[in-house]
């Protein structure tokens, strides 16, 4: 999955170093977890919760995060969408997450 857009060099450049630095996977084991702990949630309450279970993160990172890195690791096979609810945060019908497996990376 491409994290950039073409025709920015330096949003190709930020991805790279994104995931060179291992920070990319780190993200992902991070929002992996969430949907783990917390199953059948959507991606804005897991926005919510990545805030609170990684007060480090700026807020911005916190965030955008989950929204991300959900379809990737949908991608690898690890988390799917499940039922459609009502999130608690946007009011909105959306799709909810659940890991295919409950173990941990």
């Given at each position: 999955m491409?994290?950039?857009?073409?025709?920015?060099?330096?949003s190709?450049a930020?991805?790279?170093?994104?995931?060179?630095?291992g920070?990319?996977g780190?993200?992902?084991?991070?929002t992996?977890f969430?949907?783990?702990k917390?199953?059948?949630h959507s991606s804005?309450e897991?926005s919510?919760?990545?805030?609170?279970?990684?007060p480090e993160?700026?807020?911005?990172?916190?965030v955008?995060t989950?929204?991300?890195r959900?379809?990737e690791l949908k991608?690898?096979?690890?988390?799917?969408q499940?039922?459609?609810?009502i999130?608690?945060e946007?009011?909105?019908?959306?799709y909810s997450w659940?890991?295919?497996s409950?173990?941990?990376?």
């Open positions: 491409q994290g950039y857009r073409n025709n920015e060099p330096t190709k930020a991805w790279e170093d994104y995931v060179e630095s920070t990319l780190k993200r992902q084991a991070q992996y969430l949907v783990v917390y199953p059948n804005a897991y919510r919760l990545m805030v609170k279970e990684f993160l700026g807020i911005r990172c916190a955008d989950p929204h991300k959900l379809p991608t690898k096979g690890l988390v799917d499940t039922t459609l609810k999130c608690t946007t009011g909105r019908e959306v659940d890991a295919t409950k173990e941990l990376l």
